[in-house]
Nanobody
Framework: QAQVVESGGGTVQPGGSLRLSCAVS????????MAWYRQRPGWPRELVAD???????NYVEFAKGRFTISRDNAKNTMALQMNDLKPEDTAVYYC???????WGNGTLVTVSS
C-alpha cells in the first residue's frame, strides 16, 4: 500500500530554519498536486502551501516570503524549507497527496526560546 512519511521536524529558536521532507512510496506522485498542512496546538488543521505536478507553488499568507515548497517527481518527494520561524509556527506538519487522500503521520516542529 502507498505510504507517506514526513521527516525533518525538530526544535529551533525563533528566527531559525528547518527543512521538512516528505517521501511517498508505493505510488507515483507525478500527476498529483501535493500539499503541506499543519496543526497548531488548539487549532484546526490548516493549509501551509501546495505545489502542482509541474512545480508551481502556492502559499497561504503567513508562509509567503518565509517558506518554500518544492518537489522531485522522479524521487516521489516533496520538501518545505522554513525560514525565520516564529513561535506560532509550532505545529505538527503533514504531507498529503491531493485526490488520493494519502497522508503521513506528521512531523513535529517546535519553535521556542
Amino acid at each position: 500500500q502507498a505510504q507517506v512519511v514526513e521527516s525533518g521536524g525538530g526544535t529551533v529558536q525563533p528566527g531559525g530554519s528547518l527543512r521538512l521532507s516528505c517521501a511517498v512510496s508505493g505510488a507515483s506522485v507525478n500527476i498529483y498536486i501535493m500539499a503541506w498542512y499543519r496543526q497548531r496546538p488548539g487549532w484546526p488543521r490548516e493549509l501551509v502551501a501546495d505545489i502542482t505536478p509541474s512545480g508551481r507553488p502556492n502559499y497561504v499568507e503567513f508562509a509567503k516570503g518565509r517558506f518554500t515548497i518544492s518537489r522531485d517527481n522522479a524521487k516521489n518527494t516533496m520538501a518545505l524549507q522554513m525560514n525565520d520561524l516564529k513561535p506560532e509556527d509550532t505545529a505538527v506538519y503533514y504531507c498529503t497527496v491531493i485526490l488520493s487522500d494519502l497522508w503521513g503521520n506528521g512531523t513535529l516542529v517546535t519553535v521556542s526560546s
